[in-house]
């Protein structure tokens, strides 16, 4: 436009004219269309639209794309003025409207692209901010270096393991040999799918290949040995090479093993790191064990039995079956002796693995640690301590089930159970019935039809006296579930070498029992002190050059306590995938039935099992101590008062109220009675008192618990419990030290005070004084009627009579009568004299009685007359108070007993506002402390609590509790079961 444009829109003569007025030759002007010459005056150009201007633009960039040269003018001059500038300016504007349109639509669809493309970008920045935020998985996923690291691990193992040439060549003679060669090389030595599946092991997998391979290939060459020398020869270097093989793949086996077990602590390490964000899982064969557990403990009158499978190790005593198993653990745990009996009741081991190799028992939280000997050492210590915990007094065994957990990396899932070692004979020291009972164990355990026995035979000792094959054969005649372990197989080879006998024993020919698979086992050299890795090394050099397996003896995959974990394993979550569907439906049926008679025998209560009965009780007697802390300050005072005079009332009146009645005047009356009561406040009285109110709080607390008889919501089953809470606070409970001294202070100080301080206080005396007086009276009373027998109205009205010494006793009370009668004021104790005369006038009356007889006659005779003139001593000073002000100095009136029981009225008031603060301020919440803990101890004490609670309804309850829990186990075990690949 700066060419077209020049100092305004198109001037007369625009710049690229100006050029060409000196050009010799006319060239054509892009900008305008028009041709120019050298004239010395340039014609002025139309005046063209915007439109055309901008085409014209156009136009002259598509010529000089398409390179067209500059015009002669004398082209020019033969078309004739005109005609080649209209020409010229025609075809140039079709040019440009072609253009123009093409270009109109590129750039609606450049347009429309770009704006599409942006509306895409904010479509997909929404979604990306909607999507939810994935970066936490970055800490359970590995990265992509990890992955390629191990996609190389694999690459590297895979190229390890390539087909050995194994086309070695054989003599034409041997045909059957040659094919043995062509099959080998037709089958793969190593099967791809080791290498799928999550839970695969891939070197056990690639060991079991190798010794399938090497057996299948030993046997297919056992069978077509000729006898010839040169034959024998042939198959014992195949043998040879065959075992160089293995032992070569063994170690590169070896290797991987312990690769894999650090790849796999690393990645349950990493599962476990996050434990505070996310539940850990339980394992697969955690969730079983913990079925088993509940089974063990649980017992129907359904009789619904346990058949979930179990892996039970049986054998003869010292046979080497807790050998064997330590081996699977991989740990010597159990307790070690030599030629004695060391497993005393059946021990459940859960194999599962972990990270760390650990034990722990089911009711203990501590985890021992397997590599170091110390933990070992302990380990052994505490099942040995259990095993004889569990003993009964004077048995030898015991039935009683140890759960213990192993865990470790490699190690098989499984759940054993150790039984104590079979035996022929019994020995001083053990019980009678040892025997009988340990067959009796491995009986109860063997029953169980889908239990895998692990049958562990002695291979040192000649197969007649093997006990364990016998009981076997009868639990399981068709060996549907018996897999049979020779143990000892070095001391075998060595000692008793005899390979066919050995033969027939792996082949089930020798022993009347069967069984699904037979294992040979080297499990020491007879070193307790040896490891488990020293074992392996010693069995794994034994079996390289035992001449058992070079005969053909043995078999490769009969060989090694890796093969058989390896078998038992596979056996048992296969029979566990077949049978615990069935467990389930049982239990399941259990539970209906338990329901409904449940819903028939207690329709209108709530199914409370003993632990919730118990805390129902727990929380109403902590109710009840609250209440206790409710009752009224009044009624404490009344019920410690009543108490303490009931309590005291006899030592009152016998030694210091009689005593000083026998003074002649009220000086020495008065006088007596301070020295008695002294004494009493000084060593006595506080004491007593204490005791007295804590026999009022156990009362009161006593009531509060029985509650109302009647009351509808009274639950008679929590008796017995509330009782035995009681009684055990009770016991524990000990009143404050302190109290008894500030008692003493109290009642010295209101004993002291002689002083009657106004009528009231006088009147309230009296009233007291006349109260206790007749209480005793009737008491005394009662007790001559008792002495007396039935009066003569009461033997005529209810035909009663009297037996000889009741009439001995009515003779000598006539005859006591007349002393008192008399003027001469008797003693509370009669003189020998007086013993004389009376006895002397029975006898003359045909009573022979003794002076003790007379005695005790006399004893309740004198106290009913001198109780007696206690009561007209109290009716003639009831208006005495003002003769007592002055002294009694106008009236020969003496009202000293009056004072004596008002003081002991005081002092009785004193002591029970004293022991209801001390109720109040302290013991009462002491005792709450000595309930809880009371009710603590019973809480723990299961066996204690189960005897406190019982009957029908909590037995009915606990069972439809543990059936229920028994089955919410088997349905998760059942679904984390299924989602586990097979």
């Not at 034990?359 to 004889?388: H, N, P, Q, V």
């Not at 209560?605 to 902590?622: N, Q, T, V």
């Not at 009782?723 to 008894?740: C, Q």
């Amino acid at each position: 436009m700066s060419s077209l444009i020049h100092r305004g829109a198109f001037s007369q003569l625009c710049s690229s004219c100006m050029k060409l007025k000196t050009s010799t030759e006319q060239k054509f002007h892009f900008h305008n269309g028009l041709c120019h010459h050298h004239q010395s005056s340039c014609p002025k150009p139309p005046v063209l639209l915007l439109r055309d201007r901008l085409l014209v633009i156009l136009s002259r960039n598509f010529v000089q794309d398409t390179k067209l040269l500059t015009i002669p003018r004398k082209f020019y001059v033969f078309l004739g003025p005109g005609i080649g500038d209209r020409r010229m300016s025609s075809a140039f504007r079709l040019v440009g409207s072609i253009v123009s349109r093409v270009l109109k639509i590129r750039y609606i669809i450049l347009t429309g692209a770009v704006g599409g493309g942006i509306t895409a970008h904010q479509t997909f920045e929404s979604w990306k901010e909607k999507m939810p935020n994935m970066d936490w998985m970055k800490e359970y996923l590995p990265d992509a270096e990890r992955l390629d690291k191990i996609e190389a691990g694999f690459k590297r193992i895979k190229s390890r393991f390539a087909v050995p040439d194994m086309k070695f060549k054989l003599p034409e003679e041997f045909p059957r040999l040659r094919a043995i060669r062509e099959w080998l090389d037709s089958k793969p030595f190593v099967d791809p799918e080791v290498f799928e599946g999550e839970k695969s092991d891939v070197a056990l997998d690639i060991k079991s290949s190798v010794d399938l391979t090497a057996s299948r290939s030993f046997l297919a060459v056992g069978k077509t040995v000729d006898t010839s020398t040169n034959s024998k020869d042939k198959v014992q270097e195949l043998q040879e090479e065959l075992m160089r093989l293995q032992v070569r793949f063994q170690k590169e086996i070896e290797r991987l093993e312990k690769e894999n077990r650090e790849l796999r602590k690393h990645l349950i390490l990493r599962d476990q790191k996050n434990v505070t964000k996310r539940k850990m899982k339980k394992s697969l064969i955690d969730m079983y064990s913990e079925v088993l557990d509940e089974l063990a403990e649980y017992d129907s009158s359904y009789n619904t039995q346990d058949h979930l499978p179990r892996v039970v190790v049986v054998g003869d005593q010292s046979s080497g079956k807790t050998s064997v198993l330590e081996m699977i653990a991989q740990a010597r745990i159990f307790p070690r002796g030599s030629g004695e009996m060391m497993t005393r009741s059946p021990v459940k081991v859960t194999l599962s693995e972990g990270p760390y190799h650990i034990a722990t028992f089911k009711d203990s939280s501590r985890e021992y640690d397997l590599t170091k000997e110390s933990e070992l050492e302990a380990l052994r210590k505490e099942i040995e301590i259990r095993m004889k915990a569990s003993v009964a007094d004077g048995q030898t065994v015991s039935g009683d089930t140890i759960s213990l957990t192993v865990k470790g990396p490699g190690i098989q899932r499984l759940v054993l159970v150790d039984l104590p070692g079979i035996i022929s004979t019994v020995t001083s020291g053990m019980a009678s019935d040892t025997r009988d009972r340990i067959q009796r164990i491995c009986r109860q355990h063997m029953e169980n039809p889908n239990a895998i026995i692990l049958c562990i035979q002695d291979g040192s000792l000649d197969a007649e006296r093997s006990n364990v094959t016998d009981l076997v054969s009868t639990m399981d005649p068709n060996g549907k579930r018996t897999i049979f372990v020779l143990t000892k197989v070095d001391l075998a080879e060595s000692n008793l070498y005899n390979p066919e006998r050995i033969r027939q024993i792996l082949e089930g020919r020798l022993f009347p029992m069967k069984a699904l698979g037979y294992f040979a086992v080297v499990t020491g050299k007879g070193n307790t002190n040896d490891g488990i890795q020293t074992i392996r090394d010693y069995e794994e050099k034994f079996f390289r050059s035992s001449r058992l397996f070079k005969e053909g003896v043995l078999k490769p995959y009969q060989m090694t306590t890796l093969n058989l974990s390896m078998a038992v394993s596979e056996c048992f979550w296969k029979m566990v995938r077949e049978s615990v569907e069935q467990q389930a439906d049982a239990f399941k049926a259990t539970r209906f039935n338990l329901e409904t008679e449940w819903k028939n025998t207690f329709p209108k209560i709530r199914e409370l099992d003993r632990d919730e009965l118990f805390e129902k009780a727990r929380g109403e007697i902590l109710d009840e101590i609250i209440n206790l802390s409710q009752i009224t300050p009044q009624h404490w005072e009344e019920v410690f008062n009543q108490n303490l005079w009931h309590k005291m009332s006899s030592y009152v009146f016998e030694n210091i109220y009689l005593p000083a009645a026998q003074s002649d005047n009220s000086g020495i009356f008065n006088t007596t009675v301070d020295i008695k009561l002294k004494q009493w406040a000084d060593k006595l009285l506080p004491s007593r008192c204490v005791q007295i109110g804590w026999s009022t709080l156990q009362d009161e607390f006593t009531k509060l618990l029985a509650g109302d008889p009647t009351a509808r919501q009274r639950d008679d089953i929590f008796n017995e419990l509330k009782t035995a809470v009681r009684d055990e606070s009770l016991k524990n409970h000990k009143w404050d030290e302190k109290a008894e001294e500030s008692l003493r202070v109290i009642q010295m100080n209101t004993l002291e005070d002689r002083s009657v301080h106004d009528k009231q206080q006088w009147d309230s005396a009296i009233r007291f004084m006349e109260t206790a007086v007749r209480e005793k009276l009737q008491q005394t009373d009662g007790v001559l009627r008792q002495m007396m027998g039935p009066s003569r109205m009461e033997q005529w009205l209810y035909w009663k009579t009297q037996t000889p010494q009741q009439i001995d006793r009515v003779a000598a009370i006539k005859e006591l009568e007349k002393l008192l009668q008399s003027d001469v004021k008797r003693r509370p104790a009669l003189s020998h004299d007086e013993l004389t005369t009376v006895r002397k006038n029975l006898e003359t009356q045909s009573v022979d009685v003794d002076n003790e007889f007379i005695r005790e006659t006399w004893f309740h005779l004198y106290r009913k007359q001198f109780l007696q003139q206690s009561l007209v001593t109290a009716n003639d000073c009831r208006k005495g108070f003002y003769y007592y002000q002055k002294g009694f100095e106008e009236t020969e009136l003496s009202c000293s007993d009056v004072v004596l029981f008002w003081r002991i009225e005081r002092m009785l008031q004193v002591t029970s506002n004293a022991l209801r603060q001390q109720v109040t301020n302290n013991e009462a919440r002491r005792m709450e402390r000595n309930i809880k803990e009371a009710l603590d101890q019973i809480g723990d004490d299961k066996q204690k609590l189960q005897k406190l609670l019982t009957g029908k309804r909590v037995l009915l309850a606990e069972e439809l509790k543990r059936v229920r829990q028994i089955q919410e186990l088997l349905e998760e075990f059942i679904q984390a079961l299924n989602k586990e690949k097979p």
